[in-house]
């Protein structure tokens, strides 16, 4: 079973960048997919980021441009670049993985997170 390990959170102003690091160890298979997801307080869990293991990577529209995921050469450890962030990024980020990815990333595994906190 794969387990997944989040750091890097933190608290920054308008505009600060953080990387967030994820370690996931166990094998992750042919078929996972890889990623990040989100939950801000009174809202719905989002799924920010992810890697397909076809190399296919994904972003939800907001934050397009401004966060970059990435994933080591052994493949288990996991980063996400956020540049210029908003409040409205403001959430615990979770490290999550999709062990049978298709089209649809839909992570059955997640970490136990890190809050992201943006003030204006």
């Known amino acids: 079973q794969v387990q997944l390990v989040e750091s890097g959170g933190g608290s920054v102003q308008t505009g600060g960048s953080l990387r967030l690091s994820c370690t996931a160890s166990g094998n992750l298979g042919a078929w996972y997919c890889l990623g990040w997801i989100r939950r801000a307080p009174g809202k719905e869990r989002e799924g920010v980021a992810h890697?397909?293991?076809?190399?296919?990577?994904r972003y939800v529209d907001t934050v397009k441009g401004r966060f970059t995921i990435s994933q080591a050469n052994d493949k288990n450890t996991l980063y996400l670049q956020m540049n210029s962030l908003k409040p409205e990024d403001t959430a615990m980020y979770y490290c999550?993985?999709?062990?049978?990815?298709?089209?649809?990333?839909?992570?059955?595994?997640w970490g136990q997170g890190t809050q992201v906190t943006v003030s204006s």
């Open positions: 890697i397909h293991h076809t190399g296919e990577i």
């Open positions: 999550a993985y999709d062990p049978i990815c298709g089209d649809t990333f839909r992570p059955n595994y």
